[in-house]
């Protein structure tokens, strides 16, 4: 049984900071790839990071690269999405999910992803 768990969402002012975690189980981050994505109300999901157990290369979209940092711990089977700076439009609810079936970096995965968390919402006021 393969389960990932997505936490640590929240009510943040704008340039504020949160740490969103994604927790694996049944399986352990070798050779995985672990992406987030985020979707806000009226909008199509969006993919925001994602991260290679392989070579622990990561990518980012251009709407966050300099405030958020991918990365993860092998021992918790867990991946971590610093959040720094953050802004309006980063309100939604961001969603973790795991490949363990792709070739070289995970930046070219989208619709591939075969397991997804539950979400957690963040909110950013203005």
């Known amino acids: 049984e393969v389960q990932l768990q997505a936490s640590g969402g929240g009510l943040v002012q704008a340039g504020g900071s949160l740490r969103l975690s994604c927790a694996g189980s049944g399986f352990t981050f070798d050779d995985i790839a672990i992406g987030w994505f985020r979707q806000a109300p009226g909008k199509e999901r969006e993919w925001v990071s994602c991260i290679s157990s392989r070579d622990s290369s990561t990518y980012y979209v251009d709407s966050v690269k300099g405030r958020f940092t991918i990365s993860s711990d092998s021992a918790k089977n867990t991946v971590y999405l610093q959040m720094n700076s953050l802004k309006p439009e980063d309100t939604a609810v961001y969603y973790c999910?795991?490949?363990?079936?792709?070739?070289?970096?995970?930046?070219?995965?989208?619709?591939?992803?075969?397991?997804w968390g539950q979400g957690t919402q963040v909110t950013v006021s203005s």
């Open positions: 999910a795991a490949e363990t079936f792709f070739f070289g970096g995970c930046d070219w995965l989208r619709d591939e992803y075969d397991y």
